[in-house]
């Protein structure tokens, strides 16, 4: 992570810039928990990551994902957009005003949406509620407002394939049964109190047990 943005030169590109960033080329697992990144800070971005797990809990602007793959990405209130693009075979956990997914193949996605998922150049992307819990969660969705929107409506279902414009469902797209979890689906009662660790309770529990041996 080194909280620097990219963009172009400034003068024909709108440069991009991010007050956290991650870049990790890598075929090993690597774990890493964030935690206290305000919405102030600015947007997000994760990318050119392979074979990692992600917890970003707070409140943030917006959110980027590029260059996933084989990834699972727990994501705190997005109060603005999140961008999925480029990214294969990933687990998605996130509460966002909108979600924009382009060039995705074999994707699923657990998330409250204000608005209807949109897609493009996608394959295989299956969509459900999400379904997982972590500490200050109530307070989060409190201070971001995404569940007053919509009088608090999911609209993860209502997905809208920019490359599919006939009548008949896209192939491109499909429900997730979380009720079940058939199909490989995270179900609700494999989520019910698991929490998503963040990176005090780990230094409060590494604290105790050093206390415990002292006594």
Known sequence: ADGQGEGGD?????????????SMLSD???????KCLPYNLGDIRLKDIKNSTFALLDVYGAVRLANLENCTVYLGMI???????NVK?????????????????????????????IIEHCDKCRFGPRVHEYEGLAAMQ????????????????????????KKMQSPHW?????????????????CQGVIVRTKEAE?????????????
């Not at 230094?203 to 006594?215: L, P, V």
Request: charged share 35%; aromatic share 10%; glycine share 8%.
């Open 142 to 165: 409190k201070e971001s407002g995404l569940l007053e929107i919509n009088k608090g409506k999911n609209m993860y279902f209502d997905v809208q394939d920019f490359r599919w414009l």
């Open 174 to 190: 499909s429900l997730l049964d979380v009720e079940s979890g058939k199909g490989g689906a995270v179900s609700k009662s494999e």
């Open 28 to 34: 090993t697992t690597h774990t890493t928990h964030v």
């Open 10 to 22: 400034g003068k024909n590109e709108k440069e991009e810039k991010y007050s956290l960033e991650f």
């Open 89 to 117: 075979d990933c687990r998605i956990f996130a509460t966002a005003r909108q979600l924009r997914i382009h060039d995705t193949i074999g994707v699923d996605f657990y998330v409250h949406t204000c608005s209807g998922p």
């Open 79 to 85: 109060k603005g957009p999140l961008y999925v693009e």
């Open 203 to 215: 230094i409060e529990e590494a604290e105790e047990r050093r206390r415990q041996r002292e006594e």
